[in-house]
């Protein structure tokens, strides 16, 4: 998938086959990368979560409970992963990511600050690896 979005970026871009479009991507186009855009559905989908904007049978589906502790809002659940495939689970892995989040952008309740502060923040990761 990340090939075909490097790809499409040069088509876009008008680059050369062999040229670096990493930055150009993120920056000029604002495309995240496969990894990156399952990180921000994760993070925008437990922010939902939190402020209630999802849909009633996902309330019912999963097993988490909402907690204001010293370091912010934090989510936790009863569901423990065995394998490597259990750590794949949204229970795990999207708690995991949020609960690994700065306070500040933890406990921001506008949804559209929330997400232009995940898009800033994973272009920010991207860049640095």
Known sequence: MNKCIRAAARLCLGKLKYYNVKNDT???LNWLFTD???????Y???HQFIYGQLPLYF??????????GRNGLRINTNVLSKNKYGDKLIE???LKQFNALPYDLRNNSNSHLFKQEIINLLK??????
């Open 44 to 46: 925008v989908f437990m």
């Open 26 to 28: 993120m920056n000029v």
């Open 59 to 68: 309330y019912e589906q999963l097993d988490l409970c909402v907690g204001n």
């Open 36 to 42: 990156s855009m399952y990180a921000y559905r994760c």
């Open 92 to 94: 795990c892995s999207a």
């Open 124 to 129: 920010k990761n991207v860049s640095n690896t």
